[in-house]
């Protein structure tokens, strides 16, 4: 079965994998990372922390607010989604 994943029509394309994040939202809006898990009990599905950013023309997370809560999602060490876009 395919994975269908809806994003906002303006999101970056997806990085390579390992490259920096740019805000495309896909891993995210595939799966809820251990921090969100945590915060809103949930295993399966999109991350309800995920929010469009119009100014930035990307996708932002909502629990990323402070350097201990990036540093446990990983926010900025590269793209570790294996799915392919398209």
């Known amino acids: 079965m395919d994975l269908i994943v809806t994003l906002h029509q ?4 997806k990085p390579a994998w390992g490259q920096p ?3 495309c939202g ?4 595939v799966t ?3 921090l969100g898990r945590i915060r809103f ?3 399966k599905g999109p991350c309800p922390a995920l929010t469009w950013d119009d100014g930035g ?4 997370c909502r629990l990323a607010t402070n350097r201990w809560t990036r540093r446990w999602i990983a926010a900025g ?3 570790d989604c294996s799915l392919p876009a398209g």
Do not use: E, H, K, S
């Open 32 to 34: 809820t990372c251990p």
């Open 57 to 60: 023309q990307r996708y932002l």
């Open 10 to 13: 303006d999101a970056p394309a």
């Open 41 to 43: 009990w949930r295993i």
């Open 26 to 29: 896909l891993c995210c809006a």
């Open 77 to 79: 060490i590269g793209c």
């Open 21 to 23: 994040c740019n805000g």
